[in-house]
């Protein structure tokens, strides 16, 4: 299988930032969120999808 230069860049920063923080997956997801907000970049927030109860469907369709 042909190696992807690219992938193994990211794959090798991956290890960089993960070995910076000593191997604790919650600091490297803390310092994400800290560059990422510190970049001044836009985040996008995911919309809360709204449940549906029993008995609501598609319109003009009954329960199923």
């Known amino acids: 299988m042909a190696l992807n230069p690219i992938l193994e860049e990211i794959y090798a920063a991956r290890a960089k930032i993960l070995a910076d923080c000593k191997g604790d997956v919650h600091a490297y997801v803390q ?8 970049s001044g970049r836009p985040i996008a927030a995911p919309k809360q999808r709204a449940r549906r109860t029993r008995g609501e469907g598609v319109k003009g369709h009954g329960p199923i």
């Open 31 to 38: 310092g994400a969120r800290e560059r990422a907000l510190a």
